[in-house]
């Protein structure tokens, strides 16, 4: 595998969310992975408007249930006043307002929580090379309106690994990788040893395909060369693969393995 040098931009974002779960949830996913940056987490739309951080925004994450009153009016403000910053909506339902934004280009994405859940860095990064980006069911409810997104629209529908680790496995990365659970509790909560627990973490970087990527071998689910964030966290390791680089840890790089979204079209 061919690790790229070229740099790829990190990207900023700030969320806009009433509900704190809801705002602590995205900031976690966000935080975690190494392409994106959190500058800002808003209440409310006077916030974002009164907020210095504006100017160093990338991305807005809104979640749409907490404002399906006036995200036209904050669309409107967007679009006049921060045209640069690009907007990506949250939520629990589809909308025929929101398709009508998408169609428009007044938004750069529209994903069902349900459907996107831990891919959001994954959703930015493909936001950032100029794809339209959006879930499953919003396709098929755009399809069945006649809305039509064109080639750059990119479906999106759960995660990769969902195809190649159990459903028992799936709980054990989630908790590990996502939620980042120290191995102690992990074997806790699992009511298993501590070493057990090694065993079952190691087993699942195998799994991963985490272990191929440091040994340099080519994982064609994961394709990490494009990503150049990703890949500037590895050195070649003596001709013999490559490991990450100081102060960079395998749960990090299994986090972004794990939370690779499945592709749908």
């Not at 602590?24 to 210095?52: C, P, Q, Y």
């Not at 028992?168 to 989630?174: C, K, Q």
């Not at 991963?208 to 590895?234: A, C, P, R």
Request: charged share 25%; aromatic share 10%.
């Amino acid at each position: 595998m061919n690790i790229s040098k070229e740099k790829q931009k990190i990207s900023t974002v700030a969320i806009l969310a009433k509900d704190t779960y809801s705002r602590n949830w995205i900031s976690h996913i966000i935080l975690f992975d190494w392409r994106t940056r959190i500058v800002g987490e808003l209440m409310s739309f006077d916030e974002l408007k009164a907020n210095s951080i504006t100017s160093k925004i990338d991305f807005l994450l809104i979640d749409v249930d907490d404002y399906k009153d006036n995200l036209n009016e904050i669309l409107n403000y967007l679009i006049n006043v921060l045209p640069r910053i690009k907007t990506l909506l949250l939520a629990s339902t589809v909308e025929e307002d929101n398709l009508i934004h998408l169609s428009n280009d007044r938004i750069s994405g529209y994903l069902l929580k349900s459907e996107s859940d831990i891919t959001l860095g994954w959703a930015i990064a493909y936001l950032m090379e100029g794809k339209l980006v959006i879930t499953e069911t919003i396709l098929k409810e755009a399809n069945s309106q006649g809305f039509d997104f064109g080639p750059r629209c990119l479906v999106i529908n759960g995660i990769d690994s969902d195809d190649y680790l159990t459903s028992t496995e799936n709980r054990y990365a989630r908790l590990a990788f996502i939620h980042s659970m120290p191995r102690s509790n992990l074997a806790d909560e699992l009511l298993i040893s501590t070493n057990s627990s090694f065993t079952l973490i190691s087993n699942l970087y195998t799994n991963l395909g985490v272990t191929d990527l440091l040994n340099g071998d080519d994982w064609i689910n994961f394709n990490i060369e494009k990503q150049g964030v990703i890949s500037s966290h590895f050195v070649e390791s003596n001709g013999c693969g490559y490991k990450p680089r100081n102060g960079t840890s395998k749960e990090t790089i299994a986090f972004h393995v794990y939370s690779k979204p499945r592709i749908v079209n």
